[in-house]
């Protein structure tokens, strides 16, 4: 049996941090796992420029505990009215990392993302021309579409002939939920990579639905059947170097979560990688852990791996109910729950 495990020191490929006293409460947790992640640009108003990505970069640097090394990777959130140059300057001058396609309405703070993708032809042709990374947000919005389809849908309608019109475009499928999202990426060429949170490795729909509505289990895209569950396991815990680690930690106030309309987000940062390494000991894939949380990411973006070392033990660890949130509390994945494995170093 492991009982402890020293791997080369991972990243987050997709995270949300928001911005002021949330912001600088939750930064601390992502920064003592992770030496990099690539931060959203979903924030009210989005980071729409260069110049936006610039400015949030500093705040969140300002917000790292002295000590700690942590480099936050920016994007841009892609609109109708993007400026192809815009986003080339600062990918070249390395303010941007990648560029986020959010369907407008598919997801928190999304309302201003783009409504066709015919309207940013433009854009993706540079960035592919460029090799500047395209992160998607996976699902279309049209409301004749089952909420549990859109995924599906989404490859389908979207990625299939994007793909095919641009094969030169990297393409990060983020957050994947689904068995048909895992066959495309198995089926598509090396410009295209995707990213699993933990809850989706952890949780299928009845852990929002069963037994009353559970707002701390509800994110977007919604957790799936377990057929779905099963598929993100296998694929994340395979030898595929396609796939890699991109929590979607997205901290909501528990009094946003628990209301009549409730946000849409789970906030797992603070136990990221006793989640994620919990399933690969459970599949029997302990020695894969360090290719999905630490290799895959970065050669997939074309970036340095980490030099540095984290290492996790055999211990039961206590998630607490709540944490710190800045203006309020909030309630992390796994609240209340037991892990057995706990972050050394």
Same mark, same amino acid.
């Given at each position: ?31 003592r ?26 705040r ?12 936050? *990777?920016?994007? /841009?959130?892609? $609109?109708? !009215? %993007? #400026? ?5 300057? =600062?990918?070249?001058? &390395? +303010? @941007?990392?990648?560029?986020? *396609?959010?369907? /407008?309405?598919? $997801?928190? !703070? %999304? #309302? ?5 993708? =015919?309207?940013?032809? &433009? +854009? @993706? ?83 929002m ?14 957790a ?12 994340a ?33 603070p ?17 894969r ?38 203006e ?18």
């Amino acid at each position: 049996m492991v009982e402890s495990l020293t791997i080369r020191r991972p990243d987050d490929w997709h995270l949300h941090f928001r911005d002021g006293a949330t912001m600088r409460a939750v930064v601390p947790q992502t920064a003592r796992q992770f030496a990099r992640a690539i931060v959203m640009p979903n924030l009210s108003p989005p980071v729409t420029t260069s110049a936006l990505a610039a400015a949030y970069r500093q705040r969140i640097l300002d917000a790292v505990p002295e000590g700690m090394a942590f480099t936050p *990777l920016m994007t /841009a959130y892609l $609109t109708d !009215n %993007s #400026d192809a140059e815009d986003l080339a300057a =600062g990918f070249a001058d &390395g +303010v @941007l990392t990648a560029a986020k *396609l959010y369907p /407008a309405g598919a $997801t928190t !703070n %999304s #309302d201003h993302g783009v409504t066709d993708i =015919g309207r940013i032809a &433009g +854009v @993706l042709e540079k960035m592919a021309e460029i090799g500047m990374p395209l992160c998607v947000h996976g699902e279309v919005t049209h409301a004749d579409i089952d909420i549990f389809d859109r995924e599906a849908v989404f490859i389908d309608r979207i990625l299939v002939p994007l793909v095919e019109r641009l094969p030169d475009l990297k393409v990060i499928f983020e957050h994947i939920t689904t068995r048909q999202a895992v066959e495309f990426v198995d089926g598509s060429g090396a410009n295209i990579g995707a990213t699993i949170t933990p809850q989706h490795l952890h949780i299928n729909r009845n852990a929002m639905l069963v037994g009353g509505i559970r707002p701390h289990m509800y994110c977007l895209p919604v957790a799936k059947r377990e057929e779905h569950r099963l598929a993100l396991r296998k694929a994340a815990t395979g030898e595929s170097t396609r796939y890699f680690l991109g929590t979607d930690s997205a901290p909501h106030h528990r009094h946003a979560k628990e209301s009549d309309c409730g946000c849409a987000g789970i906030f797992n940062a603070p136990f990221a990688l006793e989640s994620y390494l919990a399933v690969f000991e459970e599949e029997g894939a302990i020695d894969r852990f360090e290719a999905f949380a630490s290799e895959n990411g970065p050669r997939f973006y074309g970036l340095p791996l980490n030099e540095g070392t984290v290492t996790l033990e055999k211990v039961s660890v206590s998630v607490p109910a709540t944490v710190d949130g800045g203006e309020a509390e909030i309630v992390p994945f796994h609240a209340s729950e037991t892990l057995s494995w706990r972050l050394a170093s």
